[in-house]
């Protein structure tokens, strides 16, 4: 029976700490199975492991929608772009949904290229990324919840006291990327081959979401937005109305918008195939890539020419 190896890949601020003490219960569910665990730190846009050392890398709803840095949305000039939005919108001129592909482009490139050099040949990528339906990321559904905190962020400043210029500088990094734009950055890297490609419809929320009443839904979305974005809006904002923007501002247009319309959520499932080898290499595993949160298997052993 081959021995197993589980990497656990995050941010080096993240704590690996609580997935470590569930090892235990693990271990019983799996008895018989031989096995070692390892944390990896580091960002998957960079290099992670040796060359030539991965079979399977599984990643489900890892941070792709989330840029690495923020699109530059500023005139020659130094004026906002996208003035009044915190992302891409109908509105928004066509430079900004430029600046924010192109950022996208980059950091999928990067990763691509990082597993390429840590993949064998016949590896596979099995990537579930959050994503959109619409060709055009500037239509209602691609902004959602976007178009809705942006709202919220402009009626604290009409209430002020508030400088109206920090809104304007505040663009997310953040984007949905369409299938076709995810296939056509895979076969532009050149490294992969698309074996399988799929875009899939979940429901979120909304009329027909349950008996849950439609403000506690609202709350707990917009309290769930909260967690991921409020650190990057309060360097914009004053601290002390964040509990106002999400909390009532927030949770009370997304609760107009589920009573209106079921809210659906965009999911990309992708596969491909490693198809060249990068280099030689002493050892091989194989390895989950899960979240923010990575679980790989795998084993040593030697790769003959």
């Known amino acids: 029976m081959p021995e197993i190896q589980f990497y656990l890949n995050d941010l080096p601020g993240n704590d690996f700490n609580t ?46 929608h989330w840029l690495s840095q923020f699109p530059l949305l500023t005139t020659a000039e130094g004026l906002p772009l996208n003035k009044g939005k915190i992302y891409i919108s109908e509105t928004s001129p066509p430079e900004v949904k430029e600046a924010y592909l192109a950022q996208f482009q980059e950091d999928f490139t990067n990763f691509l290229q990082c597993r390429s050099k840590e993949t064998v040949v016949g590896a596979y990528l099995v990537l579930l990324l959050n994503g959109r339906q619409s060709a055009d990321p500037a239509i209602k559904k691609s902004c959602y919840p976007w178009e809705s905190l942006a709202k919220a962020i402009s009626s604290l400043v009409s209430e002020g006291p508030m400088e109206e210029e920090k809104p ?17 950055i895979v076969q532009q890297e050149g490294s992969f081959m698309v074996e399988h490609i799929e875009t899939l419809v979940l429901d979120v929320g909304g009329p027909s979401s349950g008996e849950e009443d439609p403000c506690i839904r609202a709350k707990k979305l917009a ?5 991921f974005t409020g650190s990057i809006l309060q360097h914009h904002l004053r601290e002390e109305v964040m509990d106002k ?54 084993e040593k052993g030697l790769l003959s020419g």
Do not use: W
């Open 223 to 227: 309290k769930s937005v909260r967690s």
């Open 19 to 64: 997935l470590f003490k569930r090892l235990t219960e693990f271990r019983r569910n799996y008895e018989g199975l031989s096995f070692f665990v390892m944390g990896t730190p580091g960002s998957f846009i960079e290099r992670i492991f040796p060359q030539n050392c991965m079979h399977l890398i599984h990643s489900s709803y890892s941070e792709f």
């Open 245 to 298: 923007l999400y909390g009532e501002k927030f949770a009370y247009l997304i609760g107009e918008n589920m009573s209106k319309e079921p809210i659906k959520g965009i999911s990309i499932i992708l596969v491909l195939r490693k198809l060249y080898q990068q280099a030689l290499h002493v050892t091989f595993c194989m390895f989950f890539y899960e979240s923010s949160q990575t679980y790989k298997h795998g």
């Open 168 to 184: 304007d500088d505040l663009n997310l990094p953040y984007y949905r990327a369409s299938q076709e734009e995810v296939q056509q």
